[in-house]
């Protein structure tokens, strides 16, 4: 495993498992495989219903609370009973704190919610606070007016869309980067037959899916790939025994088509997608 420290010293997994559209056994059985097989960070949300799942797939893989780094998010219909909404997941992951809480939309209350979020951060229930989809000019805005500086965005990112303008701007104020759907879309498997691409996959004797999350997390990334099949829950784990060198990094980069190939963060109902793999 490799690790990002974020803006308060909390260290990080680069690589954890994503939970977008789980539900029920499906979920539990999931997360708890994906720990079997190495991840230590697990995604949910509060708008994706599972949580409880999470929770219970953690319980079933018998590790210890303090080996994991559980992310969860606060849907912007409960911004302006945010504390009532984190208390709640607490209550679901079967936890007494959570390791990283997100602003999931930038809409409604969200200064308030933020307030929040700082509060409780304050108190020790949170141990790292940030955003999801927040545009520049919405974060710069946050960062301005409030004490806390989000210690990550949550942002779709893929070979397709890197983000580097976003990127830049977060890097300025110290916010890390956090990539939803590392691998696309689940009706758009384009980049998984980008020849460049495969020759990557055939040199390092990798699947693409293995070379599409390694070029993110060697520009300092954090992915969150999801797969409800164990053979791809464990390759997605598989990352960091080879490394792509700085002209196959560049012939990646090149690859950008600079536009979310999912939904944008002014339509809250086209809400990310992470492809099943």
């Given at each position: 495993?490799?690790?990002?420290?974020?803006?308060?010293?909390?260290?990080?997994?680069?690589?954890?498992?994503?939970?977008?559209?789980?539900?029920?056994?499906?979920?539990?059985?999931?997360?708890?495989?994906?720990?079997?097989?190495?991840?230590?960070?697990?995604?949910t949300a509060e708008a994706y219903g599972n949580e409880k799942e999470v929770g219970e797939g953690i319980r079933?893989?018998?590790?210890?609370?303090?080996?994991?780094?559980?992310?969860?998010?606060?849907?912007?219909?409960?911004?302006?009973?945010?504390?009532?909404?984190?208390?709640?997941?607490?209550?679901?992951?079967?936890?007494?704190?959570?390791?990283?809480?997100l602003l999931h939309w930038p809409f409604a209350n969200y200064y308030g919610a933020w307030r929040t979020l700082?509060?409780?951060?304050?108190?020790?229930k949170i141990r790292a606070i940030g955003v999801s989809n927040f545009e520049p000019d919405q974060l710069l805005?946050?960062?301005?007016?409030?004490?806390?500086?989000?210690?990550?965005?949550?942002?779709?990112?893929?070979?397709?869309?890197?983000?580097?303008?976003?990127?830049?701007?977060?890097?300025?104020?110290?916010?890390?980067?956090?990539?939803?759907?590392?691998?696309?879309?689940?009706?758009?498997?384009?980049?998984?037959?980008?020849?460049?691409?495969?020759?990557?996959?055939?040199?390092?004797?990798?699947?693409?899916?293995?070379?599409?999350?390694?070029?993110?997390?060697?520009?300092?990334?954090?992915?969150?790939?999801?797969?409800?099949?164990?053979?791809?829950?464990?390759?997605?784990?598989?990352?960091?025994?080879?490394?792509?060198?700085?002209?196959?990094?560049?012939?990646?980069?090149?690859?950008?088509?600079?536009?979310?190939?999912?939904?944008?963060?002014?339509?809250?109902?086209?809400?990310?997608?992470?492809?099943?793999?």
């Amino acid at each position: 495993m490799e690790y990002l420290t974020l803006n308060n010293g909390i260290q990080m997994p680069l690589i954890g498992f994503g939970t977008f559209m789980l539900g029920g056994e499906t979920c539990k059985n999931a997360v708890a495989e994906a720990i079997e097989n190495g991840y230590r960070m697990i995604d949910t949300a509060e708008a994706y219903g599972n949580e409880k799942e999470v929770g219970e797939g953690i319980r079933q893989s018998s590790i210890d609370r303090g080996e994991l780094f559980l992310v969860t998010k606060v849907n912007f219909k409960s911004y302006e009973n945010a504390e009532q909404t984190v208390m709640q997941s607490l209550a679901n992951l079967q936890t007494d704190y959570i390791d990283l809480l997100l602003l999931h939309w930038p809409f409604a209350n969200y200064y308030g919610a933020w307030r929040t979020l700082e509060k409780l951060y304050a108190e020790g229930k949170i141990r790292a606070i940030g955003v999801s989809n927040f545009e520049p000019d919405q974060l710069l805005d946050l960062i301005a007016y409030n004490k806390v500086i989000p210690a990550i965005n949550q942002i779709e990112t893929n070979l397709y869309c890197q983000r580097n303008t976003e990127r830049s701007w977060m890097d300025k104020k110290q916010v890390s980067h956090m990539a939803y759907a590392p691998l696309g879309q689940g009706n758009r498997n384009e980049m998984f037959q980008e020849p460049t691409v495969l020759s990557l996959a055939e040199k390092y004797s990798k699947t693409p899916a293995q070379i599409l999350l390694r070029f993110l997390t060697q520009k300092g990334i954090i992915v969150i790939p999801r797969s409800t099949k164990p053979e791809h829950i464990k390759e997605n784990f598989d990352l960091f025994d080879f490394e792509l060198n700085t002209a196959e990094l560049s012939q990646l980069s090149a690859l950008d088509k600079k536009e979310p190939l999912i939904g944008r963060p002014e339509t809250p109902e086209l809400v990310e997608f992470s492809l099943t793999w």
